[in-house]
């Protein structure tokens, strides 16, 4: 198994066998949770804190979960009631948090880039859970996962990914991720809502949702990420779901089994509809959120093997 890596900050840096070997791993852990006793070892006397600077309910609740499942001492820092608050710089929050040697950090942040920063200025291993709209790394893993344990495999699929691409950190890591498993990759959204210069990363582009979809084994609904916005992106959300929320007439475009898949938190009548979204002959939306668990804990798990294999500062 190899995993060289220090800390997990995008997907960029991965390669697909790094990519399989945590799928793997996060296939057993998948089995783990479902047993009644849950409790391991893999990261036990590790400290583990937990710096969310932007709202998460899944995200944080599954990194908690996964390292206290794996025996870590998890803390969770109340942002709102940190310092930064104060005026201290997200450095300095990060460099006093160093000093009292924990072993995994994981943080998300609003703005691109952050994470990597702050990883440059501590010694443990850095878990990136989302940073502005630039990657969300466990979050393109979960998904992968899902896809794999649904299709039997993660290459040569056709993955419609529908929505905000442009400000979606979900969906530049799914298409990292996505694109290393060589995989068909098709992006659909208003023009409003897309990247510039997209077409040249070898994807399809398409504005028309029913064009789009056509064939798609995997279709990936994304959340228009207001908070993200600074103008009229959209004419109305009414008019946003009329031509691009999921609803079971444009699924009937996609391939007969495709699954459905969004990240939440979803909002229903605006980008899915809220029938299909329970719908689970369809949608893998619960399945997803079961393997961020598990991928979670399979990513500290490779990081925490590393730390261990450098030399030990700790008197035993
Ligand atoms: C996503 C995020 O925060 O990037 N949510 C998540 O982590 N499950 C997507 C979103 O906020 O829409």
Same mark, same amino acid.
């Given at each position: ?24 791993? #996060?296939?057993?852990?998948?089995? *783990? ?85 702050? #990883? ?85 582009? *398409? ?8 064939? #798609? ?81 399979? #990513? ?17």
């Amino acid at each position: 198994m190899r995993f060289d890596h220090r800390h997990l900050l995008g997907i960029e840096p991965l390669r697909p066998d790094e990519i399989t070997t945590l799928l793997d791993l #996060a296939d057993r852990y998948v089995d *783990f949770n479902r047993r009644p006793d849950r409790h391991a070892r893999a990261l036990s006397g590790l400290t583990q804190i937990n710096m969310f600077f932007e709202n998460s309910t899944r995200t944080q609740a599954s990194f908690e979960i996964a390292g206290k499942r794996l025996g870590a001492d998890v803390m969770n820092m109340a942002m709102q009631a940190s310092s930064i608050k104060k005026g201290e710089t997200l450095i300095d929050t990060a460099m006093t948090l160093n000093a009292m040697h924990p072993d995994l950090l994981v943080v998300r942040h609003p703005h691109s880039g952050a994470v990597n920063l702050l #990883a440059q200025k501590v010694n443990c291993a850095v878990l990136n859970a989302g940073d502005g709209r630039h990657e969300h790394p466990t979050q393109a893993l979960l998904d992968a996962l899902t896809i794999r344990r649904a299709k039997g495999r993660l290459h040569r699929l056709t993955i419609a990914i529908c929505g905000d691409i442009a400000h979606s950190r979900v969906a530049r890591s799914n298409l990292l991720l996505l694109h290393k498993m060589e995989n068909r990759i098709r992006l659909i959204g208003p023009p409003t809502l897309m990247p510039s210069g997209i077409d040249a990363f070898g994807v399809e582009v *398409f504005d028309d949702m029913r064009e789009g979809l056509k064939g #798609a084994d995997v279709v990936m609904m994304l959340r228009l990420q207001r908070e993200r916005m600074d103008g009229g992106f959209i004419p109305s959300e009414r008019e946003y779901y009329h031509r691009y929320g999921l609803d079971s007439e444009k699924l009937g475009y996609a391939m007969d089994d495709a699954i459905v898949m969004h990240p939440g938190p979803m909002n229903r009548g605006v980008e899915i509809d809220g029938t299909l979204a329970d719908d689970i002959n369809r949608s893998v939306i619960q399945d997803q959120v079961e393997m961020g668990v598990a991928v979670r804990m399979a #990513a500290m798990d490779l990081l925490a093997r590393n730390l261990r294999s450098r030399p030990s500062e700790i008197i035993t």
